[in-house]
């Protein structure tokens, strides 16, 4: 058994929590960090975790109940104040509130719905991040406010911000749930370009 799918009961710990999760980290002196982080979804989007498994189930139910912000948004982590604490923080204060939602983080979770056979679940997921996309349909970038202006929910830091939104990592994160849909999937025909 794998660090990775070992329980983190056991010594030395696992990455795999008994209560339905994979914990974001086992630190050097073989103590867990049990915190629900939706970052470890890549593990299923990127096959190192069996989608198939009833631990990518459970991981990804758990995500989903502790993490889920306006509606098909995710936050990274409960208490993330990375883009909220200062505007001399690394993120700054471009999301005018904690946890704000990751557009990477919910497109994580639409590689794993499309997967499963839950293309509609998974359409919804993507077109919320094209909502939330900036002009042309640039990616939003990594974190999108739950504020709301004129009854509508912006990006993080009204107009884009450019440098994250053109970073070429996060352009390929925000464009892999796109590869995978099937040509023949009931849920992705009929859309536009077909």
């Not at 912000?69 to 990375?82: A, E, I, W």
């Not at 939602?101 to 997921?125: H, K």
């Not at 009854?151 to 070429?168: E, F, N, T």
Request: hydrophobic letters at 35%.
């Amino acid at each position: 058994m794998s660090a990775l799918q070992r329980p983190s009961t056991w010594n030395p710990p696992g990455s795999w929590n008994p209560l339905g999760y994979y914990n974001r980290a086992v630190n050097p002196d073989n103590t867990v960090q049990p915190l629900v982080d939706s970052s470890s979804d890549m593990l299923i989007a990127l096959g190192v975790v069996d989608f198939q498994s009833a631990r990518a189930a459970n991981h990804i139910s758990m995500i989903l109940n502790t993490l889920t912000k306006q509606t098909s948004g995710l936050c990274r982590y409960l208490g993330d104040v990375f883009y909220y604490t200062a505007p001399w923080s690394p993120g700054g204060n471009e999301a005018l509130d904690p946890e704000p939602s990751w557009p990477q983080m919910s497109l994580w979770v639409a590689v794993y719905e499309v997967l499963t056979g839950q293309a509609p679940a998974a359409l919804a997921r993507m077109q919320w991040c094209v909502g939330i996309s900036g002009s042309g349909y640039m990616p939003s970038g990594e974190a999108v406010s739950t504020k709301e202006w004129d009854g509508l929910r912006r990006r993080a830091c009204p107009p884009p911000r450019v440098p994250l939104q053109a970073r070429p990592r996060i352009q390929a994160e925000l464009h892999l749930p796109t590869p995978t849909r099937s040509q023949n999937d009931p849920a992705f025909m009929n859309q536009p370009g077909r």
